[in-house]
């Protein structure tokens, strides 16, 4: 089946900086990838949609300068969060459709955990 | 506003003991009703979609059915493994849209 791959699968940083966490269609080409945000025990947040090419649309409350998504590629989404404090510790998931994915189930990453300190 | 509402939060089972997971939605038009399993630490995990009201898929110990309200995740003679987090979501009517999560129903099954 579909797979996506997600790296890393942790990261440790310190408050000010900015961390980069990739997404990757390994068998088939995502015209759109989702970003996700989970909190404990908490359902999976929509943060921002973005297809191949173009500007990500991001969901209300979601800061567009703070969380840069980059779809450069049928294959490749990023997500940088900059500038990152304690509160943007969270677990980020992504997920990818394909062009012939319209009724199919959309595939998820493995997640990335991230820890500012 | 579209919706997923999950019932129980958590639902503790002796193992062999049968029992079924609520997932009642309102959304503007349904694509498509999804099932996932989430484990600790982990992303989702596909289980199930069902597209219409009436349709049913099994797989394993696991049933899932829809109504036009509301679908039931049935798990028959759970195992400790079946233990983790199953996820409902929705997609809507609409090209491009993202999957909507219900916060999930917390399954322990213990021998």
């Known amino acids: 089946g579909a797979v996506v791959s997600q790296h890393p699968s942790w990261v440790i940083c310190k408050s000010g900086t900015s961390v980069k966490i990739e997404c990757r269609s390994l068998?088939?080409?995502?015209?759109?990838m989702f970003w996700y945000r989970q909190f404990p025990k908490q359902s999976l947040m929509l943060m921002a949609t973005?297809?191949?090419?173009?500007?990500?649309?991001?969901e209300q409350g979601v800061e567009k300068d703070k969380f840069l998504i980059n779809h450069a590629s049928l294959t490749l989404s990023t997500l940088t969060v900059t500038s990152a404090h304690p509160e943007d510790s969270s677990f980020y998931i992504c997920?990818?459709?394909?062009?012939?994915?319209?009724?199919?189930?959309?595939?998820f990453g493995n997640g990335t955990r991230l820890t500012v300190t | 506003e579209d919706q997923v509402t999950q019932s129980p939060e958590a639902l503790r089972l002796q193992e062999g003991e049968s029992s079924s997971l609520n997932c009642s939605y309102t959304?503007?038009?349904?694509?498509?009703l999804f099932w996932y399993r989430q484990d600790p630490g982990k992303g989702p995990e596909f289980l199930f979609t069902?597209?219409?009201a009436g349709e049913e898929k099994e797989k394993e110990r696991l049933k899932a059915t829809l109504t036009k309200k509301e679908s039931f995740l049935h798990i028959t003679a759970p195992k400790p493994e079946d233990s983790a987090t199953y996820l409902c979501?929705?997609?809507?009517?609409?090209?491009?849209?993202?999957?909507?999560f219900g916060k999930g129903t917390t399954l322990s099954v213990s021998s």
């Open positions: 069902l597209y219409s």
């Open positions: 973005s297809n191949e090419g173009s500007k990500a649309t991001y």
């Open positions: 979501a929705v997609l809507a009517n609409q090209a491009g849209t993202a999957l909507i």
């Open positions: 068998d088939f080409q995502a015209t759109t």
């Open positions: 959304v503007s038009g349904l694509r498509g």
């Open positions: 997920s990818a459709s394909g062009q012939s994915s319209y009724n199919s189930p959309l595939h």
